[in-house]
């Protein structure tokens, strides 16, 4: 019998993380065309031209991204009415969620963060759950630190190559493209939701 501990890999927006696009759209049409927000931002346009995509992947830094997105906004926008819009994208992560997390960690399982983000949306994060992410997670791979985006097999192969050995691991991304890139480049098993992670682990 193989011994070693399971490995669980999370997306965190749209997995952990509630999403509130429409909230966060809606913020965004009060400083910004929807022309700026959809080809120059690049909210809900996957081109890697866009700055979302840029700083995403570590290419331009917060004040880089600031200055660009003003430099499109009305007349008499802020830099803190930028991020505060931003972050309206983060909805939450609600008790029950915790309360999972710290289960399967209890059970033995080495549980990680893979998150697709930014500087912006990071600070806000750590802001609000930095002490539960620091307890409950072995490690956290972010893209805009890392300089990889999922889907791309470099970012799996990089997460895979820094974990721990393990018996197996499993990962958890709401985003199909993404789970079927993990399950080709490196093998992991993939599910839609915690739900449906720990559903599974419980009947085992």
């Not at 570590?58 to 660009?68: I, K, Y």
């Not at 750590?126 to 805009?144: H, R, T, W």
């Not at 993990?182 to 939701?193: E, L």
Request: proline share 2%; net charge negative.
């Amino acid at each position: 019998m193989n011994d070693k501990p399971t490995n669980i890999v999370f997306d965190f927006g749209g997995v952990l993380m509630r999403h509130d696009r429409q909230g966060c759209l809606k913020a965004l049409r009060q400083l910004l065309s929807d022309e700026v927000i959809t080809n120059i931002l690049g909210f809900g346009n996957d081109n890697p031209n866009t700055l979302r995509y840029r700083f995403e992947i570590g290419e331009c830094s917060r004040q880089e991204f600031l200055d660009s997105i003003l430099a499109h906004s009305k007349p008499g926008t802020t830099a803190q009415q930028v991020i505060d819009a931003w972050n309206i994208l983060h909805a939450g992560i609600d008790e029950r969620t915790w309360g999972q997390l710290k289960q399967l960690r209890n059970q033995g399982h080495r549980l990680y963060l893979m998150s697709n983000t930014d500087d912006i949306h990071w600070q806000h994060t750590c802001s609000l759950y930095g002490d539960k992410i620091g307890a409950l997670f072995d490690e956290v791979f972010l893209s805009f630190k890392i300089g990889l985006v999922k889907p791309d097999e470099a970012f799996f192969k990089t997460v895979d190559e820094r974990m721990a050995d393990a018996n197996q691991t499993l990962f958890v991304d709401d985003m199909e493209r993404n789970r079927l890139v993990a399950q080709a480049s490196v093998g992991w098993k993939t599910y839609g939701a915690i739900d449906e992670l720990t559903k599974e682990l419980t009947k085992e």
